[in-house]
């Protein structure tokens, strides 16, 4: 699966933009805070071609991608507000 579609879809499946209180990345997982984690589709999320699984932990919605979480991250950010995205590129 190509990125974009696989962020298109990751984004669509956690609720939309307007369900994305914040956003940053580490090293393998999405980090997500999330207006209402009863709105996304887990299960689906989990089934992606891409997604190795999702864990909810410490109030994040994280969803784990592997060694291109950077690439995935940065197809997704453009389609939010600015004002929600965290920078978590470290150099």
């Given at each position: 699966?190509?990125?974009?579609?696989?962020?298109?879809?990751?984004?669509?499946?956690?609720g939309?933009?307007?369900?994305?209180?914040?956003?940053?990345?580490?090293?393998?997982?999405?980090?997500?805070?999330?207006?209402?984690?009863?709105?996304?589709?887990?299960?689906?999320?989990k089934?992606?071609?891409?997604?190795?699984?999702?864990?909810?932990?410490?109030?994040?919605?994280?969803?784990?991608?592997?060694?291109?979480?950077?690439?995935?991250y940065?197809?997704?950010?453009?389609?939010?507000?600015?004002?929600?995205?965290?920078?978590?590129?470290?150099?």
């Open positions: 699966m190509k990125d974009q579609q696989l962020a298109d879809q990751i984004l669509e499946k956690v939309g933009k307007d369900n994305v209180n914040s956003l940053i990345h580490c090293v393998t997982r999405l980090r997500f805070k999330l207006k209402d984690e009863e709105v996304a589709k887990t299960d689906e999320i089934k992606l071609d891409g997604v190795l699984t999702v864990v909810k932990s410490g109030g994040q919605y994280q969803v784990v991608i592997g060694d291109n979480v950077a690439d995935i940065d197809k997704i950010t453009p389609k939010l507000n600015s004002s929600i995205v965290i920078d978590s590129k470290k150099k």
